[in-house]
């Protein structure tokens, strides 16, 4: 089963606008990984935060985690048609090496 | 450097045949694991390999298999398919972080479809 949880399961904005997409999980875990898949192709790594770690940045991309929540979000600001795609959140499970993905955001950034 | 590289792209298989599909890590990365995606759902653990030995196995069953070899390439074997094999199957390379943190990054699939 998949422990993580995306919300919304679809979103689509204009070119220009910012994206917002939350991801929820069940159990304590190591660190939250957030990728990016285009059409069904392979993951694209976006950005680690660590347990320890409460916000991070990457170029237009700002990803909050709340281990009290069990809950992280994505933000991606000015976003682009090239932005279409599909989010995924995934967790690593404390204390072992397996990766939970959630069931993914469908962004799509109208032109 | 090279990502994760994996092989075939795409696989055409008839019910009860076995498939093999292969995965070359990022040069130092010496963990591997391997993922089922099934069309509109995230992607689901199968194995992780790190230095030739399994560390973390999915709820698949014992049909699925894999190994890693001296040069940290691994192989998924599949018996027996069954047409709810038909999926993206992902092999990413893990490493860890100066930071402490294990970082996984994917290839780009190949695609089975068992008929």
């Known amino acids: 089963s998949q422990q993580g949880e995306e919300d919304p399961q679809a979103l689509s904005i204009q070119e220009g606008e910012n994206a917002t997409m939350n991801c929820s999980y069940k159990t304590s875990i190591n660190n939250l990984q957030w990728y990016r898949q285009n059409s069904g192709r392979g993951l694209v790594h976006l950005i680690l935060?660590?347990?320890?770690?409460r916000e991070k940045h990457s170029g237009r991309l700002r990803v909050t985690l709340d281990t009290s929540k069990k809950s992280s979000s994505l933000l991606i600001t000015a976003s682009r048609a090239a932005d279409t795609a599909s989010y995924f959140c995934a967790t690593l499970l404390s204390g072992t090496y397996k990766y939970i993905f959630g069931t993914g955001t469908r962004l799509k950034v109208l032109a | 450097d090279a990502g994760v590289t994996q092989s075939p792209t795409h696989l055409i298989k008839t019910r009860g045949q076995h498939v093999t599909l292969r995965c070359s890590p990022i040069?130092?990365?010496?963990?591997v694991s391997w993922y089922q995606q099934v069309l509109g759902q995230g992607p689901q653990f199968i194995f992780q390999?790190?230095?030739?030995?399994?560390?973390g196995r999915g709820n698949f069953p014992d049909r699925f298999s894999a190994r890693q070899f001296p040069n940290y390439s691994s192989e998924l074997n599949v018996n027996a398919l069954l047409l709810g094999d038909s999926a993206l199957y992902l092999c990413?390379?893990?490493?860890?972080?100066?930071?402490?943190?294990?970082?996984?990054?994917f290839g780009p699939g190949t695609r089975l479809t068992v008929l």
């Open positions: 040069s130092g990365h010496k963990s």
């Open positions: 935060i660590r347990s320890n770690e």
């Open positions: 390999y790190y230095e030739k030995e399994e560390r």
């Open positions: 990413a390379s893990s490493r860890i972080t100066s930071g402490g943190a294990h970082e996984q990054f």
